[in-house]
T-cell receptor, first 116, second 117 residues
Framework: NAGVTQTPKFRILKIGQSMTLQCTQD?????MYWYRQDPGMGLKLIYY???????DKGEVPNGYNVSRSTTEDFPLRLELAAPSQTSVYFC???????????????FGDGTRLSIL | AQKITQTQPGMFVQEKEAVTLDCTYD???????LFWYKQPSSGEMIFLIY??????QNATEGRYSLNFQKARKSANLVISASQLGDSAMYFC??????????????FGKGTHLIIQP
């Protein structure tokens, strides 16, 4: 049972470099999400997708881009890495559901990213 | 204003005691869901329990229960008979209808729970 798989687990980037954080899920979930977690804080939504070809901004989208070409994959792109993007990044997925559904979001194990 | 407030940054509890972790929320949406997640030191996010705004009874899931007081907008997590393995960060989160409609969660800042032997 793979669930939500994120790669890499750790990465160090130099300021101005770019990289893609990979996320794939094997649960056939429609909805996928990217969050970031800064030290001592809760998670904040970066981008989300309700299905292949459809993405939208969350609370903190600046400096990031996403794409959703398949149901399974939802990569997150950092174009010009900045120290403020040092964080732990979580990908999550869930079924599309009404507001009162008890289906939780399933999270990957996270990617710890440092920008130096 | 914060949508999710967790007022206990850290808690120390003796093993086998019950623990209550506080969570208050702010929403004008009549339809919403409240979640608790556990994050151990290894970093993964583990779903614990869910409470819907229309649920008539408090949610329970094994040793976890949710003390849901809708009028006070609180959804406190209760852990009975705490164990050493319960030591972790605990996050309260809310899903509401507004803000795009894709059920993204709004998280509190978390409570760091330490169970002492």
């Amino acid at each position: 049972n793979a669930g939500v798989t994120q790669t890499p687990k750790f990465r160090i980037l130099k300021i101005g470099q770019s990289m893609t954080l990979q996320c794939t899920q094997d649960m056939n979930h429609n909805y996928m999400y990217w969050y970031r977690q800064d030290p001592g804080m809760g998670l904040k939504l970066i981008y989300y997708s309700v299905g292949a070809g459809i993405t939208d901004k969350g609370e903190v989208p600046n400096g990031y881009n996403v794409s959703r070409s398949t149901t399974e994959d939802f990569p997150l792109r950092l174009e010009l890495a900045a120290p403020s993007q040092t964080s732990v990044y979580f990908c999550a997925s869930s079924y599309s559901l009404n507001r009162n559904s008890n289906q939780p979001q399933h999270f990957g194990d996270g990617t710890r990213l440092s920008i130096l | 204003a914060q949508k999710i407030t967790q007022t206990q940054p850290g808690m120390f509890v003796q093993e086998k005691e019950a623990v209550t972790l506080d969570c208050t929320y702010d929403t004008s949406d009549p339809s919403y869901g409240l979640f608790w997640y556990k994050q151990p030191s290894s970093g993964e996010m583990i779903f614990l329990i869910y409470q819907g705004s229309y649920d008539q009874q408090n949610a329970t899931e094994g040793r976890y229960s949710l003390n849901f007081q809708k009028a006070r907008k609180s959804a406190n997590l209760v852990i009975s008979a705490s164990q050493l393995g319960d030591s972790a960060m605990y996050f309260c989160a809310m899903r509401e209808a507004g803000g795009g409609g894709a059920d993204g969660l709004t998280f509190g800042k978390g409570t760091h729970l330490i169970i002492q032997p």
